[in-house]
């Protein structure tokens, strides 16, 4: 059986879910989120080994009948029905149960083990692995000193600059989560207050692209898919706000050149990782740009899109 950990508005979970029902394979989603009010989570050594077991809607599940974990985004409860003085401690010990269960599972049974999905997150290792490999990689710098930028625009002949998050482009406010996503910098955005001069921001030369591409890689399956952003002056440097502004983009499938392919198939192995997806930029000569990679990204949207089978590659990964 499948474990899906995730969290209750997952729709790629939703999106495999369908798939798995289709081919009547066996799974269980655990939403994190639904731990400690709706879910229970044992984990002991009575029998000399450690063994685990979660409980959903009454029904106990035992370690022995799952063969593999599909981690995706889990979440962590908010605990708002015990006295306020206790609310972090709780959601502290409810997170470290998750993690100690994360623990116990052994780590073949993962795609990705969260281990690995925390320590390759770092953008700046990212990059260091894959131009280690061979891949290219922009200039890079990352700041909040305006004298810094100042002469790594120098030593770039004056280039263009693209600034993005050091971390990720999401910021909680008030009405939700919206995406901060890579915007062209100028150096004046330095002295404003609240950005880079008083929060570290990554800067890299801007690259004349012809498209953006996104490479899906599950084991040593390899999806990757060119996406094309609408040629405006009012066109965002980010794919992804166009999307969200409501712009239909068009994607389509293609074949890597061979050794681009054989790179990217070996980043995510370098970073202990059976799943990732990578943004890359194909510039105007044909030259493939190494920006970043998500070890957890999502991946549904392209299958839809484009009806490559990603689904099934994460399915046989678990060889279910």
């Not at 999307?243 to 983009?249: F, I, S, T, W």
Request: net charge neutral.
């Amino acid at each position: 059986m499948l474990l899906i950990v995730t969290n209750r508005a997952d729709l790629a979970t939703d999106f495999l879910i369908l798939r798995l029902r289709q081919l009547k394979l066996p799974f269980l989603r655990f939403n994190t989120e639904d731990f400690p009010s709706r879910a229970t989570i044992c984990i002991d050594n009575s029998t000399k080994k450690w063994r685990w077991a979660i409980e959903i809607q009454r029904k106990l599940y035992h370690d022995f009948e799952f063969n593999g974990v599909y981690l995706r985004h889990p979440e962590i409860a908010t605990i708002d029905y015990v006295e306020k003085a206790q609310q972090d401690f709780a959601e502290t010990e409810v997170a470290e149960t998750l993690r100690s269960l994360w623990r116990v599972i052994p780590d073949n049974f993962w795609l990705n083990h969260p281990r690995q999905v925390w320590i390759a997150s770092n953008k700046i290792m990212q990059l260091m692995i894959a131009e280690e490999l061979g891949l290219r990689v922009p200039p890079t710098i990352v700041t909040n000193s305006p004298k810094a930028i100042i002469n790594f625009r120098e030593c770039q002949s004056g280039g263009k600059l693209a600034a993005k998050a050091v971390r990720h482009g999401f910021v909680k406010n008030k009405d939700g989560v919206v995406l901060a996503g890579t915007q062209p910098f100028v150096l004046e955005d330095m002295e404003e207050e609240g950005t880079a001069k008083n929060i570290p921001i990554q800067i890299q030369l801007l690259i004349t692209k012809k498209c953006d591409v996104r490479v899906v890689v599950v084991d040593n399956e390899i999806f990757p898919t060119r996406i094309f952003s609408n040629k405006t002056s009012s066109a965002p440097l980010d794919w992804r706000l166009e999307q969200l502004r409501g712009e239909h983009l068009r994607h389509e499938t293609f074949e890597l050149p061979p050794d681009v392919e054989a790179l990217c198939l070996e980043l995510p192995k370098r970073m202990g990782l059976r799943y990732s997806s990578m943004d890359l930029i194909e510039d105007q000569e044909g030259k493939f740009w190494f920006l970043e990679l998500n070890p957890n990204g999502q991946w549904a949207w392209i299958e839809q899109l484009t009806g490559c089978k990603i689904r099934d590659a994460i399915i046989r990964a678990f060889e279910i």
